[in-house]
């Protein structure tokens, strides 16, 4: 993962992230947005797996492992909800790419 900047109110977090050849998987007990900026983003969870492209949003319930993969580079805005635990992650992996592992077969 590389930088990150953010903005932090008393409710949500909002924030700018970007992957490069890398996924990062984490749970929070708060709902996520991440909106693409640039690039392509492979998000998985519950069984599902949705590939979002600049311009595109997708929202992951709270409590719920997600893993946000770019075979090649995203750059997102996010967007955390609401949270009783001050935003924190759990279950939290980085893993850096390589042709296979966009969807999640290698690490």
Not at 34 to 50: F, K, P, S
Request: charged residues 25%; negative net charge.
């Amino acid at each position: 993962m590389h930088g990150r900047r953010t903005a932090v109110t008393e409710q949500l977090v909002i924030g700018e992230w970007s992957l490069t050849a890398a996924a990062w998987t984490d749970r929070h007990q708060h709902e996520e947005t991440n909106w693409a900026v640039d690039g392509e983003l492979h998000v998985t969870c519950d069984g599902r797996q949705e590939i979002v492209r600049a311009g595109q949003a997708v929202t992951v319930p709270a409590g719920t492992l997600a893993r946000y993969a770019a075979p090649v580079h995203a750059r997102m805005i996010f967007v955390y909800g609401p949270s009783r635990d001050g935003h924190a992650a759990s279950d939290t992996r980085y893993e850096e790419l390589d042709d296979a592992g966009a969807d999640g077969s290698a690490g």
